[in-house]
């Protein structure tokens, strides 16, 4: 079974600066796509970044980029630039390809003004 | 995007009485979608998948005649606790995917549905 596992319960940010996320994970798929989404107070789960692992070159999204390590399965969350309303629980997400989502236990993002 | 919209939003029933949750995908039609349950300040984790026209797939530990899955159309799938009691308070949410886009794309979720059983 696969496992995402992501360290950090909590990390906090000064506004304006920049912020990693860990996040690990545990398969033996070759073939999988990884996810950070983004759940605020609302609790409506928002996607951040997508990545397919095949790929070698690591996504961007404006403000948001990842460090995917594929030997190290290894799969970092940075934000630059960070905004009051980043502030939100950050979950890292593993898909097989049979289709399942496995989530990590999440880390809660504070944004300092 | 998407829209996937789950009713209600929230519900506070006696225990020992059932309720449904239902999980609706607006703009697209779904063959499966997944069924999450978060407690407190904790991740998602998967309890089952929601299957149009055949049986549910639930997850290890996950009781599959206390939280009834009914996948009926392509748009609507419903999770009923059966004989709520206070433990099953919790958070749940639906997710989907529009099909035939393969695996890398991202999954709609509901806006969540808040259970207490009192």
């Known amino acids: 079974a696969q496992t995402v596992t992501q360290s950090q319960p909590e990390m906090s940010v000064q506004e304006a600066e920049t912020v990693t996320l860990s996040c690990t994970y545990d398969?033996?798929?070759?073939?999988?796509?990884l996810f950070w989404y983004k759940q605020p107070p609302s609790r409506q789960m928002i996607l951040v970044i997508r990545?397919?692992?095949?790929?070698?070159q690591n996504a961007t999204e404006n403000r948001f980029s990842v460090n995917f390590q594929k030997a190290a399965k290894s799969f970092s969350l940075k934000i630059s630039d960070s905004q009051l309303g980043d502030a939100a629980m950050y979950f890292c997400?593993?898909?097989?390809?049979?289709?399942?989502?496995?989530f990590g236990a999440g880390t809660r993002l504070t944004v300092k003004p | 995007g998407a829209v996937v919209s789950q009713h209600p939003s929230w519900v506070i029933c006696k225990s020992g009485t059932s309720v449904k949750i239902e999980c609706r995908s607006l703009?697209?039609?779904?063959?499966?979608m997944f069924w999450y349950r978060q407690f407190p300040k904790q991740s998602l984790m998967l309890m089952a998948t929601?299957?149009?026209?055949?049986?549910?797939?639930?997850e290890q530990g996950v009781e599959k005649d206390k939280f009834l899955i009914n996948h009926a159309s392509l748009t609507l799938s419903t999770l009923t606790v059966t004989s709520a009691h206070p433990e099953d308070s919790s958070f749940y949410i639906c997710?989907?995917?529009?099909?035939?886009?393969?695996?890398?794309?991202?999954?709609?979720f509901g806006q969540g549905t808040r259970l207490t059983v009192v």
């Open positions: 398969t033996s798929e070759s073939d999988y796509y």
């Open positions: 990545q397919e692992a095949y790929k070698q």
């Open positions: 997400a593993y898909r097989s390809a049979m289709d399942d989502m496995r």
């Open positions: 703009d697209f039609q779904a063959t499966t």
């Open positions: 997710s989907a995917r529009v099909p035939g886009q393969g695996p890398n794309t991202e999954a709609f």
């Open positions: 929601s299957n149009e026209g055949s049986k549910a797939t639930y």
